[in-house]
């Protein structure tokens, strides 16, 4: 790659982040014919997918200790091979008790590389003193994009197991050629100029660890609207609205994209805006697009809430996960990314649990309540988290 060794180092993140994101999105399209496969009721299904979430946040805390040891760029390579290979699995399987087995072993893949790659980019972030974290997690949300776009385009003409297992040789080529370049950077010192307080990570004592989990906290709240909206947004758009399993997948779809656009602007927006507004501002959008989504009466009001929501949740989770950190290095991330993913955790028990309460709209709610939360805790703890 061209460049100097910062910039090689940026491109090559931002390709992880990006692939990251595209086979995820694989496996989220093809949750419907999933379900179906494993005759999962909706309860079921999201036991099953408890798998990704648990596998992940058991996972976090050790990433954090084996980045330290070996390294966040040798241990992002690691995981993403992991990650390439685990996402054939779902297709094998024809029961929800199967389906989660091996749903844990993604979801530890998956979680294991968030946690690499993410603290590999707090390092970045600090050398260039550029809130610049927003654009990885663009690259990420561009990747869910196109995986999201493409799943729907082959899903009338590639089965679960075609379709997964394109993803792990696409996987394991991308890891491949960007790999090799990973790991032949070192990760970036702090610059001499910059301040004491940014030059390096704090230790965790009570303080830092309470702003730490602060952070984690809005995290939490972030990431269990972006997996609700990638579990269930699909089946809402095809159970209650009555939309195609192509078409269903257009929603993710726009989410997506409103993402990778409100990522993408997101370096400005905190340049222009400081972090605690962009968090206020975020959740409070993002509540009021969930409700529109959750309770439209038609697809084009629904797919109008999902960029809505998108825009709202873009940058709640890479300024919450950059601010950790950066107070705390590895072991930041690990706790915030472990909080974060709480959220998913809870996420898909939850909704499934409720929609078969109630049914999926109502179930869907919970994403606006706990968006409006993150901004309530953004707000309420602005001055010690600016101290």
């Known amino acids: 790659m061209p460049g100097t060794p910062l910039t090689r180092l940026r491109i090559a993140l931002t390709v992880f982040f990006a692939l990251d994101g595209f086979i995820f999105a694989g496996w989220v399209v093809r949750i419907p014919a999933i379900k179906e496969q494993t005759g999962a009721s909706a309860g079921a299904l999201g036991l099953a997918l408890l798998g990704v979430s648990a596998g992940a946040v058991i996972t976090m805390t050790l990433t954090g200790r084996l980045c330290r040891r070996y390294g966040t760029h040798q241990v992002t390579v690691v995981c993403a091979v992991l990650l390439s290979l685990s996402i054939a699995l779902p297709p094998l399987t024809h029961s929800p008790v199967a389906l989660g087995a091996v749903l844990l072993l993604f979801g530890a893949a998956y979680g294991g590389i968030n946690v690499a790659f993410n603290s590999a980019a707090v390092d970045l972030v600090r050398a260039l003193q550029r809130p610049i974290m927003p654009s990885f997690h663009a690259a990420f949300s561009l990747g869910g994009m196109i995986g999201a776009g493409l799943g729907g385009l082959v899903a009338g003409a590639l089965s679960p197991a075609q379709h997964l297992l394109g993803l792990t040789a696409t996987g394991l080529l991308v890891t491949a050629f960007t790999g090799r370049t990973l790991l032949r950077i070192q990760p970036p010192a702090p610059p001499e100029s910059a301040p ?89 959008t993002a509540a009021v697009g969930m409700l529109l989504g959750a309770l439209a009466p038609s697809l084009w009001a629904a797919f109008l809430g999902f960029v809505i929501t998108g825009l709202g949740l873009a940058n709640l989770f890479p300024v919450a996960v950059e601010r950790a950190g950066a107070l705390a290095g590895p072991d930041g991330v690990a706790i915030a990314s472990t909080l974060g993913y709480g959220g998913m955790l809870l996420g898909p028990p939850a909704i499934g649990f409720m929609a078969d309460w109630f049914s999926l709209p109502p179930a869907l709610l919970s994403v606006a309540t706990l968006a409006a939360s993150a901004a309530a805790i953004a707000f309420v703890t602005r001055r010690a988290a600016a101290g």
Do not use: K
């Not at 307080?197 to 906290?217: C, H, K, M, N, Y």
């Not at 993402?259 to 602007?265: H, V």
């Not at 997101?266 to 507004?277: D, K, S």
């Open 196 to 284: 004491h307080e940014q030059s390096a990570p704090r230790r965790l004592d009570t303080r830092t660890r309470g702003l730490v989990i602060t952070f984690g906290l809005i995290a939490l709240c972030t990431a269990y609207g972006e997996g609700a909206l990638a579990d269930w947004s699909a089946l809402h758009l095809e159970q209650d609205l009555h939309a195609t399993p192509g078409v269903a997948a257009v929603g993710y779809s726009c989410f997506a994209l409103a993402m990778t656009i409100g990522r993408l602007t997101g370096t400005r927006l905190l340049e222009r805006l400081g972090q605690t507004r962009t968090l206020v501002s975020g959740g409070t």
